[in-house]
T-cell receptor
Framework: GEDVEQSLFLSVREGDSSVINCTYTDSSSTYLYWYKQEPGAGLQLLTYIFSNMDMKQDQRLTVLLNKKDKHLSLRIADTQTGDSAIYFCAESPNYGGSQGNLIFGKGTKLSVKP | DTAVSQTPKYLVTQMGNDKSIKCEQNLGHDTMYWYKQDSKKFLKIMFSYNNKELIINETVPNRFSPKSPDKAHLNLHINSLELGDSAVYFC???????????????FGSGTQLSVL
């Protein structure tokens, strides 16, 4: 079955880079996503990558995709205390024409120390 | 001008009661969802509706009944609440049908349900 795995915790110092890793199982996923959840709030889409891309950069965010290893990572440069949140990786499985849905990982809690 | 709004934000109730959570989106999206996030922050889809029709129905107890009066609204009614129903319930919407193309989800801020 489909599964998305991520480590549960990451702690970094302010100003350092953070790298959050994710592995997924469905190689047919067309898009892969990173969502951010701040305390007491809903998830917000941070960024996404199309499966035929290796890398996508958006300001401080860099997404790397290794399709062969089914590995996705999110790098946050110059991490700030405001980046403290839970980050969810999600894949969009393609069920060959039938309806699918986003499969979320369990979330990585990023703590940024001043 | 909240995009996806759900009410109430907090819901505290006794076991056995029946309760509803409402959700509305003003984005003009065709698809709406209910997700459940448990105390360990695991997020699981429950239902998805496209243009008022049910398209995803994961294995949830039939005490949970979604209702979509129009494509901008998807309400969740829960009968005979149990302790294990305590969680945060998120409504979401997307422009596209799941699995067809880039289905960016827009989430509401959640309803924290506590069953005593």
């Amino acid at each position: 079955g489909e599964d998305v795995e991520q480590s549960l915790f990451l702690s970094v110092r302010e100003g350092d880079s953070s790298v959050i890793n994710c592995t997924y199982t469905d190689s047919s996923s067309t898009y892969l996503y990173w969502y951010k959840q701040e305390p007491g709030a809903g998830l917000q889409l941070l960024t996404y990558i199309f499966s035929n891309m290796d890398m996508k950069q958006d300001q401080r965010l860099t997404v790397l995709l290794n399709k062969k290893d089914k590995h996705l990572s999110l790098r946050i440069a110059d991490t700030q205390t405001g980046d403290s949140a839970i980050y969810f990786c999600a894949e969009s499985p393609n069920y060959g024409g039938s309806q699918g849905n986003l499969i979320f990982g369990k979330g990585t809690k990023l703590s940024v120390k001043p | 001008d909240t995009a996806v709004s759900q009410t109430p934000k907090y819901l505290v109730t006794q076991m056995g009661n029946d309760k509803s959570i409402k959700c509305e989106q003003n984005l003009g999206h065709d698809t709406m969802y209910w997700y459940k996030q448990d105390s360990k922050k695991f997020l699981k889809i429950m239902f998805s509706y496209n243009n008022k029709e049910l398209i995803i129905n994961e294995t949830v107890p039939n005490r949970f009944s979604p209702k979509s009066p129009d494509k901008a609204h998807l309400n969740l009614h829960i009968n005979s609440l149990e302790l294990g129903d305590s969680a945060v319930y998120f409504c979401a919407s997307s422009l596209t049908v799941p699995g067809t193309t880039n289905e960016k989800l827009f989430f509401g801020s959640g309803t924290q349900l506590s069953v005593l």
